[in-house]
């Protein structure tokens, strides 16, 4: 007899192999009134949802995830994970470190998946104009 796998490691390991294709495959793993939260999203709905991910892939070439450690209370789950892409074909490749809090209905079924990282840091920084802006404040402050 084998076991099915807990729902945090089969979404992990949907959210790994994610490409444009298989984005449909959200409804086996998320209620279809999942929430999804980032710095730059906030939205409720597995059409919603679907719709960041295509907005993803069409705005980003190489889009990758790897998810490096999971953890769960009961429904409430952990990972971390590193998200890499480059922002337009032939640009450099950049990598986004953060964790994503996911809630699971009593069915398995995402609820509720926020990712947390440092917008300011990973991205913004990057940016020509205010980024040089961003890291001046980030060394005053340091100081």
């Given at each position: 007899?084998?076991?099915?796998?807990?729902?945090?490691?089969?979404y992990a390991?949907?959210l790994?192999?994610l490409?444009p294709d298989r984005?449909g495959?959200?409804?086996?793993?998320?209620?279809?009134?999942?929430?999804?939260?980032d710095?730059?999203?906030d939205?409720s709905?597995?059409d919603?949802?679907?719709?960041?991910l295509?907005?993803?892939?069409?705005?980003l070439a190489?889009?990758?995830?790897?998810?490096?450690?999971?953890?769960?209370?009961?429904?409430?789950?952990y990972m971390s994970?590193?998200?890499?892409f480059?922002g337009?074909p032939?640009?450099?490749?950049r990598?986004?470190?953060?964790?994503?809090k996911?809630?699971?209905?009593?069915?398995?079924l995402?609820?509720e998946h926020?990712?947390?990282w440092?917008?300011a840091?990973?991205?913004?920084e990057?940016?020509?104009?205010i980024?040089?802006v961003?890291?001046a404040?980030?060394?005053?402050?340091?100081?």
């Amino acid at each position: 007899m084998t076991t099915k796998p807990p729902p945090i490691e089969r979404y992990a390991l949907f959210l790994e192999a994610l490409t444009p294709d298989r984005i449909g495959e959200l409804t086996e793993h998320c209620a279809p009134t999942v929430r999804f939260r980032d710095p730059f999203n906030d939205v409720s709905g597995i059409d919603a949802y679907a719709q960041v991910l295509d907005d993803m892939f069409d705005n980003l070439a190489e889009v990758g995830f790897k998810v490096y450690h999971t953890s769960c209370d009961r429904r409430i789950c952990y990972m971390s994970w590193r998200f890499e892409f480059r922002g337009r074909p032939g640009a450099p490749q950049r990598t986004i470190d953060g964790v994503s809090k996911v809630r699971f209905d009593k069915a398995g079924l995402v609820i509720e998946h926020a990712d947390y990282w440092d917008a300011a840091s990973q991205v913004y920084e990057g940016l020509p104009v205010i980024g040089a802006v961003l890291r001046a404040i980030r060394r005053r402050l340091a100081a």
